[in-house]
């Protein structure tokens, strides 16, 4: 638990302040995820969608984590509205890494994120 604990506050941290550094050199870039999307669609949903779907799985062990008092503060980059579709998820994603080429330098991860926030911010409590 306290090393999927420590996975999940690395990859939040790093996109808390999503596309505004390089997270590291494991994941794709943005260009090379862009040169994915333009070359085959499916494998640019697949990626995006995958990327979501881990970002989620952390974001719930944070939340569970401070369920029970474990973590004194959470915060998520974005927040999306029930009923929301993967495809809808997608697209967005997608378009924000068209529409910023200059953050397309940047890790394709916090590209995806800093989209995501873009259009579905966490409102204030």
């Given at each position: ?8 506050l690395l ?8 596309a505004?550094?390089?997270?590291s ?18 494998e640019?949903f ?5 990327a979501v779907?881990?970002?989620?799985v952390?974001?719930?062990v ?7 008092k474990?973590v ?11 009923g ?8 967005v994603?997608?378009?924000y890494?068209y529409?910023?080429?200059?953050r ?6 916090s ?10 911010p966490c409102?204030?409590?």
């Open positions: 638990m306290k090393k999927i604990f420590t996975l999940a990859v939040l941290s790093c996109c808390v302040t999503a505004e550094f390089k997270i050199n494991v994941g794709l870039s943005g260009n090379e995820l862009k040169e994915i999307c333009d070359r085959s669609e499916p640019c697949s990626y995006i969608i995958g779907d881990g970002f989620e952390a974001f719930t944070f939340l569970d984590a401070q369920k029970r474990n004194s503060l959470v915060i998520t980059p974005y927040c999306l509205p029930e929301v579709t993967r495809q809808k998820v997608f697209e994603a997608k378009q890494l529409d910023n080429p200059g397309r330098e940047f890790d394709a991860a590209n995806i994120v800093a989209g995501l926030a873009k259009v579905y409102s204030k409590p």
